[in-house]
């Protein structure tokens, strides 16, 4: 099983990113795919999943800006992040059940 994120980067508060996980090693489709993220300091935490059909489910402090969706077809798991703001700042980490990415930075910064 391997995860791979990428899409990180530093963003203006109010500022937008996309964060993609190609997934491999597994049969995609038949696994709820999730988002954590670990800020400095802190535990990691869920952000939002996506059940194999697509249904999501989102943290309170994320809902309604951030959006997760999948492409079977691609294997790849999306998190679209508006309305970021410095709270967001954290490393993002694509999970699937037992197995976790290397991580992606996300900086949220003026």
């Known amino acids: 099983v391997q995860l791979v994120e990428s899409g990180g980067g530093l963003v203006q508060p109010g500022g937008s990113l996309r964060l993609s996980c190609v997934a491999s090693?597994?049969?995609?489709?038949?696994?709820?795919m999730s988002w954590y993220r670990q800020a400095p300091g802190k535990e990691r935490e869920f952000v939002a999943d996506?059940?194999?059909?697509?249904?999501?489910n989102y943290a309170e402090s994320v809902k309604g800006r951030f959006t997760i969706s999948r492409d079977n077809s691609k294997n790849t798991v999306y998190l679209q992040m508006n309305g970021l703001k410095p709270e967001d700042t954290a490393v993002y980490y694509c999970?699937?059940?037992?197995?976790w990415g290397q991580g992606t930075q996300v900086t949220v910064s003026s």
């Open positions: 999970y699937r059940r037992g197995y």
């Open positions: 090693g597994f049969t995609f489709s038949s696994y709820v």
């Open positions: 996506t059940t194999p059909i697509g249904i999501t």
